[in-house]
């Protein structure tokens, strides 16, 4: 069971490129999540699948897309990056919807847009 | 928006010591749940307490709640070198995501 992966670990882009952060979990779990942490932020939202089929959005989604490819996938995706954007990123997963269960995390991704 | 304040942002003690983390928030809960996060990883739950709920523990960890002064306290008994991390509570309310709070780091000197 590997759990919650992300991928890349670490990303460097220039403003104005695009990329996509791909997040997988093996749980079954019905509910993904995206975060972002920056310092003395703790971890916001971006957005949500509370099940297959649907997202929503958390509190800080604009200059972000999501897909929630299948029941295990869930990306990430920056049209156009700004420095604004430079963050860890979070995947995360739960067994019910929105947050009634613990949320298993993954490692996260470091992006740095320059 | 934050929900859960944690008090205090940052705390240090010796190994052996017990270490208590607050947390206070706003609105009525469903349930109250705190994780760990380790430098560079991702977080880990710790533990979920119920509104109906006043005290839970697991291992060296007591949680309880206060739902009429709306916090809750994290006690790590017995710390080690190896609690040394940011602790997060995080709260559900209503049918929204869990609003998590900005942390507590802890530094647990040898």
């Known amino acids: 069971n590997a759990g919650v992966t992300q991928t890349p670990k670490f990303q460097v882009l220039k403003t104005g490129q695009s990329m996509t952060l791909q997040c997988a979990q093996d749980m079954n779990h019905n509910s993904m999540y995206w975060y972002r942490q920056d310092p003395g932020m703790g971890l916001r939202l971006i957005y949500y699948s509370a099940s297959e089929g649907t997202t929503d959005k958390g509190e800080v989604p604009n200059g972000y897309n999501v897909s929630r490819l299948n029941k295990r996938e869930f990306s990430l995706r920056l049209e156009s990056a700004a420095p604004s954007q430079t963050s860890v990123y979070f995947c995360?997963?739960?067994?019910?919807?929105?947050?009634?269960?613990?949320?298993?995390f993954g490692p996260g991704t470091r992006l740095t847009v320059t | 928006s934050q929900q859960g304040e944690e008090d205090p942002q940052a705390l240090s003690i010796q190994e052996g010591e017990n270490a208590t983390m607050n947390c206070s928030y706003k609105t009525s809960i469903n349930n109250l749940q705190w994780y760990r996060q380790n430098s560079g990883r991702g977080l880990v739950h710790l533990i979920l307490i119920r509104s109906n709920e006043r005290e839970k523990h697991s291992g060296r960890l007591r949680v309880t709640l206060d739902t009429s002064k709306k916090s809750s306290s994290l006690l790590i008994t017995a710390s080690r070198a190896a609690d040394t991390a940011s602790y997060f509570c995080?709260?559900?309310?209503?049918?929204?995501?869990?609003?998590f709070g900005k942390g507590t780091r802890l530094s647990v000197i040898a």
């Open positions: 995360a997963s739960s067994g019910a919807t929105r947050g009634s269960y613990e949320q298993y």
């Open positions: 995080a709260t559900h309310s209503g049918n929204t995501p869990l609003v």
